[in-house]
């Protein structure tokens, strides 16, 4: 069975040291000694990789996690939440093409 599980830290005032030494707790317990974890934890603003477990690894997915994380995620976030998906370029649009990157 695989879970997926997007962490923010951001303004927590945890370091990595300490996250990483978190989540080598977490995934080192008695209950947990036969699962298999893929952890990646990413600094996208230093473009940095913080924690690394197995991320490299082909997982095979368990249909029924989607019904977990589904049901976890209405539950936190509510019905009306939404996703924002910002978009960045930098370069002009002409007739509506694009001659520039850009970023999702």
Known sequence: MGLWCFLA????GINE????NGL?????????SDALWGILVYDPLRDEVLYNLNADKNFRPASNQKIITTV???DRLGPD??????LYCDGPIVD?????????
């Open 72 to 74: 976890l995620a209405f």
């Open 81 to 86: 939440f939404r996703f924002e998906t910002r």
């Open 9 to 12: 830290i951001w303004g927590t």
């Open 24 to 32: 080598d707790q977490l995934v080192n317990q008695p209950a947990f």
């Open 17 to 20: 040291n300490e996250m990483a």
């Open 96 to 104: 509506g093409t694009l001659y520039g990157n850009l970023w999702v």
